[in-house]
């Protein structure tokens, strides 16, 4: 451990919810000054929007209403046909011959794709349950209702993703000749997933919001990892709505790792720890896991990471190793993503190297352990970062490991509030 633990000085953290320095053991956590606050009477900068900012912002969405409204009139023309979007205007109406082709073929690929994922999930759990709640509530859904209501979800998001991407107004008017044009073909193309996503929503007529779902099972096992993909928001508010409780387990955490009281947070101690045994504990990797263990459903919990360390967090099994050192990949039980000096991996055999863009200061885990997925996220941009596909057979714990003195990890509860289905 001596390698790992070089540096002893006295380090302070900033703890989110506490309002004073407490110390436990030889580490303190400690709230920076706040400084004084104004009067609720003093109107702040943010509420002063200029007038001419709300006109833009509106005209912007309601470009990204048409934009929907065109783009779902197009997929009922391809794959549709006679319905009332043929005597109607559609998204090529003004294309090239060349764009107005890429656009079928675009619509076709992704509606040949949904039913192959259709298909293949046909028989999930999941979906079984949504069936099921779907019953009761069928004769309570205005459908004409429900897909206006979606355009507007989709047009406000969809003008969020564009400014996040720098794709303006008008490029997102000429959407398909641009896709054409190599200058602009990154920065157009990110749309592309969540264009995707709403064409599925379309082809289901996803008011038994299915679609997240087939989504998340489907996708994030076959994204490739060069570019952070965005997660669209009914798909983030489905893996939040298996938020977790995690805590830390005392009985398992390395002599070296010091716990908080509220066994929330760990990091390297000053001075190893006398502490029970257990087979349980590791005596050599500088880990410790959560209390519960996981057999059955969905789960996702968030991990903040503190002053830019060095760390391993992810997933093993009951029956794992915990003594003395070894490869901890999948084949050893263990599902997880290191970040080390210059590096970020995800630990496959072999390790499978992940651009040290996508380093979280938040990341997000879900497992579905009936489907055999464990996810990572970064949570501030909301985008996928790397997936496991497997099989499980056996109860399964969190894992953190601090790798270095100044790491610190704290676990969390995610700030999404997930959308509630009328």
């Known amino acids: 451990m001596k390698s790992i633990l070089k540096d002893k000085t006295r380090l302070k953290f900033q703890d989110p919810e506490a309002g004073l320095s407490n110390s436990i053991g030889g580490v303190r956590w400690i709230l920076p000054d706040e400084g ?39 997929v009922e023309h391809v794959c549709k046909p006679g319905t009332n979007a043929d005597k109607g205007q559609n998204i090529g109406a003004n294309a090239e011959p060349r764009s107005l082709e890429q656009c079928r073929n675009l619509i076709l690929e992704w509606a040949q794709e949904l039913r192959k994922v259709d298909i293949l999930f046909s028989e999930s759990p ?30 406000k998001e969809l003008l969020a993703v564009s400014k996040c991407c720098g794709v303006m107004r008008e490029e997102l008017a000429q959407f398909l000749r641009l ?75 390395h002599p070296w790792l010091m716990l908080s009281e509220d066994r929330k947070k760990v990091q390297e101690a000053l001075n190893e720890a006398e502490v029970s045994f ?33 760390w391993r967090i992810g997933l093993t099994t009951a029956s794992s190793k915990r003594h003395g050192r070894f490869p901890m990949n999948p084949s050893e039980g263990f599902w997880t993503i290191w970040r080390s000096t210059r590096q970020f991996y995800a630990c496959t055999i072999p390790e499978t190297e992940i651009p040290m863009p996508l380093v979280p200061r938040k990341l997000g885990v879900y497992l579905d352990y009936e489907e055999g997925q464990v996810s990572f996220y970064n949570v501030d941009t909301r985008s996928h970062i790397f997936t496991f596909a497997t099989s499980f057979r056996e109860k399964l714990y969190p894992l953190f490991a601090p790798l270095d003195g100044r790491t610190l990890i704290t676990l969390s509860s995610p700030d999404f509030k997930p959308e509630i289905s009328e």
């Open 36 to 74: 004084l606050q104004s009067h609720n009477s003093v109107p702040s900068k943010s509420s002063q929007i200029p007038r001419q900012k709300v006109l833009n912002i509106s005209r912007s969405l309601q470009e990204c209403v048409k934009f929907i409204t065109q783009w779902k009139q197009q």
């Open 126 to 155: 999941w979906r079984q349950e949504t069936d099921a709640c779907w019953e009761q509530k069928e004769n309570k859904v205005d459908s004409a209702k429900h897909t206006e209501q979606k355009i507007m979800e989709w047009a």
């Open 179 to 253: 896709l054409e044009l190599k200058k602009n073909k990154n920065k157009v193309a990110s749309l592309l997933p969540f264009l995707e996503f709403i064409t599925w929503s379309l082809l289901k007529e996803d008011s038994k919001g299915v679609v997240p779902q087939l989504w998340l099972l489907s996708k994030q096992r076959t994204w490739k990892i060069e570019t952070p993909k965005y997660i669209p928001n009914s798909v983030w508010s489905w893996i939040c709505s298996a938020s977790a409780d995690i805590t830390l387990d005392l009985m398992t955490n």
């Open 278 to 310: 257990s087979t349980q504990r590791f005596d050599s990797w500088p880990c410790v896991l959560g209390c519960e263990g996981l057999s059955s459903g969905r789960h996702y919990w968030e991990v903040d990471i503190a002053n830019k360390g060095y």
